[in-house]
């Protein structure tokens, strides 16, 4: 089938697109020094013009120290060298537009990096024009202002003696928070994402964005009180321009404020990515180190609530796998005997629902999680967790199975193009160690296979522009209660369509509802046998009337 070519010049193109993220750093390096690259970006821009995508949500290519790996920036208007040039950039995103495909630049608006020229002005004195850039207490370097913690670890409060304050971090200590409450950074930034706009980017990830309002004295970090008022006008002062695309990366989102983020008028950002199904399979009130099974149930029904809380009154952003999470083939699904299986089936249940869909690379291949010894990884979440909870008296086989469960760096190994030499990551040392299952698992051999979770993901991203319903379809769960198989209804006046996904290692008994008898298949991970559903089946039916 000839590749669909979405119309961009218009507001709402991506209720039809799908993205794809690229880590760049992990994608394909081309000088050996181990670190992917644009022009290794380049290089692969026809297999993602192959797979169908139509965006490429890409995390921070900005100068950075790199001490959180990009979102740590110190010059929002360069490139980082160790990923190229700004005429790499520009060739990227000319060439990935001939291609149909979009560049999606991640910004952190929340923060900048201790090193970026505002910080270091701010931190001459108290009357500095940056100073205000920031956000001070006055102390005493005893006591710090509240015991508000990093999302590192650590305290928020990091003490500049010759200042005789503390600056407030929400991550780690070189990630200092800017403070939005100044309108001279706020006018900056929009500056400096209108030099972007400029560049020809067709819009921008925002990091974090619903921590940009924080107010600590009152221990606020998400949604603070300002946080719609400074997005509005984001929106009236950058993001209007018809076409451009924005996701916003919000922990502390519920449906009701992803209906003001994503409302359709364009007040606020295109969509969010919010967290709530993310988090159900760890410990309420705890963090992502706390682990419980899933109980799929909890996860139909939260689903449920977005699908339809959002149905005509916002925009979904629909993933599973980012930079930050461990990979889902290995999460919820299962990446021994059925990892092709599962890896469809997870695929099914969320390509079939409303929203904008967002690949995160390797993902289309199956690739999973990863273990590594401590000191092979580099993500410094990892890192200060690990110190955190050995002084709490965890032991160390405790937290090396959280870290292999859950650490960021599972999804942070190197994309595997082949089963060669670094999975033809690098000619060099690669940064973090190849997954030594790149010999089975990588593109060439996904390509040369007409069944493989690749060529899956081709089609449902086909699908997407090619039935309606799944665009616009109202949604619904077909037997709930079911803790094995999570199946929906998509129905629009024309079109109806069912979802099945077995989310279990068994074979078990299951009905296809009577009307869907003699539906159409539209794709399915087995050939199908009434009565039954083998072990991660899943399929996708469709009625026509
Ligand atoms: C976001 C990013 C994450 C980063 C953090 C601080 O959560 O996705 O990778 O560490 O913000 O910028």
Same mark, same amino acid.
């Not at 940056?130 to 710090?144: A, E, L, M, N």
């Not at 002084?391 to 160390?396: K, V, W």
């Given at each position: 089938?000839?590749?669909?070519?979405?119309?961009?010049? +218009?507001?709402?193109?991506?209720?039809?697109?799908?993205?794809?993220?690229?880590?760049?750093?992990?994608?394909?390096?081309?000088?050996?020094?181990?670190?992917?690259?644009?022009?290794?970006?380049?290089?692969?821009?026809?297999?993602?013009?192959?797979?169908?995508?139509?965006?490429?949500?890409? =995390?921070?290519?900005?100068?950075?120290?790199?001490?959180? $790996?990009?979102?740590?920036?110190?010059?929002?208007?360069?490139?980082?060298?160790?990923?190229?040039?700004?005429?790499?950039?520009?060739?990227?995103?000319?060439?990935?537009?001939?291609?149909?495909?979009?560049?999606?630049?991640?910004?952190?608006?929340?923060?900048?990096?201790?090193?970026?020229?505002?910080?270091?002005?701010?931190? +001459?004195?108290?009357?500095?024009?940056?100073?205000?850039?920031?956000?001070?207490?006055?102390?005493?370097?005893?006591?710090?202002?509240?015991?508000?913690?990093?999302?590192?670890?650590? =305290?928020?409060?990091?003490?500049?003696?010759?200042?005789?304050?503390?600056?407030?971090?929400?991550?780690?200590?070189?990630?200092?928070?800017?403070?939005?409450?100044?309108?001279?950074?706020?006018?900056?930034?929009?500056?400096?994402?209108?030099?972007?706009?400029?560049?020809?980017?067709?819009?921008?990830?925002?990091?974090?964005?619903?921590?940009?309002?924080?107010?600590?004295?009152?221990?606020?970090?998400?949604?603070?009180?300002?946080?719609?008022?400074?997005?509005?006008?984001?929106?009236?002062?950058?993001?209007?321009?018809?076409?451009?695309?924005?996701?916003?990366?919000?922990?502390?989102?519920?449906?009701?404020?992803?209906?003001?983020?994503?409302?359709?008028?364009?007040?606020?950002?295109?969509?969010?990515?919010?967290?709530?199904?993310?988090?159900?399979?760890?410990?309420?009130?705890?963090?992502?180190?706390?682990?419980?099974?899933?109980?799929?149930?909890?996860?139909?029904?939260?689903?449920?609530?977005?699908?339809?809380?959002?149905?005509?009154?916002?925009? $979904?952003?629909?993933?599973?796998?980012?930079?930050?999470?461990?990979?889902?083939?290995?999460?919820?699904?299962?990446?021994?005997?059925?990892?092709?299986?599962?890896?469809?089936?997870?695929?099914?249940?969320?390509?079939?629902?409303?929203?904008?869909?967002?690949?995160?690379?390797?993902?289309?291949?199956?690739?999973?999680?990863?273990?590594?010894?401590?000191?092979?990884?580099?993500?410094?979440?990892?890192?200060?967790?690990?110190?955190?909870?050995?002084?709490?008296?965890?032991?160390?086989?405790?937290?090396?199975?959280?870290?292999?469960?859950?650490?960021?760096?599972?999804?942070?190994?190197?994309?595997?193009?082949?089963?060669?030499?670094?999975?033809?990551?690098?000619?060099?040392?690669? /940064?973090?160690?190849?997954?030594?299952?790149?010999?089975?698992?990588?593109?060439?051999?996904?390509?040369?296979?007409?069944?493989?979770?690749?060529?899956?993901?081709?089609?449902?991203?086909?699908?997407? +522009?090619?039935?309606?319903?799944?665009?616009?379809?109202?949604?619904?769960?077909?037997?709930?209660?079911?803790?094995?198989?999570?199946?929906?209804?998509?129905?629009?006046?024309?079109?109806?369509?069912?979802?099945?996904?077995?989310?279990?290692?068994?074979?078990?008994? /299951?009905?296809?509802?009577?009307?869907?008898?003699?539906?159409?298949?539209?794709?399915?991970?087995?050939?199908?046998?009434?009565?039954?559903?083998?072990?991660?089946?899943?399929?996708?039916?469709?009625?026509?009337?």
């Amino acid at each position: 089938m000839a590749r669909i070519m979405l119309d961009k010049s +218009k507001r709402g193109w991506w209720e039809s697109a799908v993205f794809y993220q690229i880590y760049p750093k992990s994608f394909q390096d081309t000088d050996g020094d181990g670190i992917g690259d644009l022009q290794g970006i380049i290089s692969r821009l026809d297999y993602l013009e192959y797979l169908g995508i139509d965006g490429i949500w890409l =995390s921070p290519v900005c100068a950075s120290p790199q001490v959180d $790996n990009g979102y740590d920036i110190s010059d929002f208007r360069a490139i980082d060298p160790m990923f190229g040039s700004m005429e790499d950039m520009e060739t990227l995103i000319s060439e990935a537009g001939k291609r149909g495909i979009s560049i999606i630049l991640d910004l952190t608006l929340n923060h900048s990096s201790d090193r970026h020229f505002w910080f270091q002005e701010a931190l +001459k004195s108290r009357d500095n024009p940056y100073h205000d850039y920031y956000v001070w207490r006055d102390g005493d370097g005893v006591t710090p202002p509240n015991g508000m913690r990093a999302t590192f670890g650590g =305290s928020c409060w990091t003490w500049v003696p010759h200042l005789g304050q503390y600056y407030f971090h929400q991550f780690a200590v070189e990630q200092p928070d800017m403070n939005w409450d100044n309108p001279n950074l706020r006018r900056e930034l929009y500056d400096m994402m209108r030099f972007w706009i400029g560049k020809g980017i067709g819009g921008f990830r925002l990091d974090v964005i619903d921590q940009i309002a924080k107010e600590p004295d009152l221990e606020i970090t998400g949604n603070g009180p300002r946080l719609h008022e400074f997005l509005q006008e984001l929106s009236r002062e950058v993001l209007k321009e018809e076409g451009i695309v924005t996701v916003g990366e919000a922990w502390g989102a519920n449906v009701e404020r992803a209906k003001l983020y994503s409302a359709p008028d364009g007040s606020e950002l295109s969509m969010v990515f919010q967290f709530q199904h993310i988090g159900l399979d760890q410990e309420p009130g705890k963090d992502k180190w706390d682990m419980i099974p899933l109980h799929l149930p909890a996860l139909k029904q939260c689903l449920r609530h977005w699908q339809q809380g959002l149905n005509g009154t916002g925009w $979904n952003s629909l993933f599973m796998n980012n930079h930050d999470l461990p990979r889902v083939v290995s999460r919820w699904g299962n990446d021994g005997q059925y990892r092709v299986e599962s890896a469809k089936m997870l695929a099914t249940m969320l390509h079939g629902m409303q929203g904008t869909p967002y690949i995160f690379q390797g993902e289309e291949l199956g690739m999973t999680n990863i273990r590594l010894e401590l000191d092979q990884y580099k993500d410094v979440e990892i890192h200060n967790m690990y110190a955190e909870r050995t002084a709490m008296g965890y032991d160390h086989d405790t937290v090396m199975n959280s870290i292999w469960a859950r650490g960021r760096d599972n999804a942070r190994t190197p994309m595997q193009w082949t089963s060669g030499w670094h999975a033809g990551f690098t000619t060099g040392t690669p /940064w973090l160690p190849v997954n030594p299952n790149c010999v089975e698992i990588n593109a060439e051999a996904a390509l040369d296979d007409p069944y493989s979770v690749f060529y899956y993901y081709k089609r449902l991203i086909e699908l997407r +522009k090619t039935v309606p319903v799944i665009r616009f379809g109202s949604f619904e769960l077909v037997d709930p209660d079911s803790e094995q198989v999570f199946a929906y209804t998509r129905d629009s006046a024309d079109q109806h369509l069912l979802v099945v996904c077995n989310f279990t290692g068994e074979e078990i008994a /299951w009905d296809i509802p009577a009307e869907y008898q003699e539906a159409e298949i539209l794709l399915t991970n087995y050939e199908p046998t009434p009565g039954i559903l083998k072990p991660y089946e899943a399929m996708m039916l469709l009625i026509n009337e």
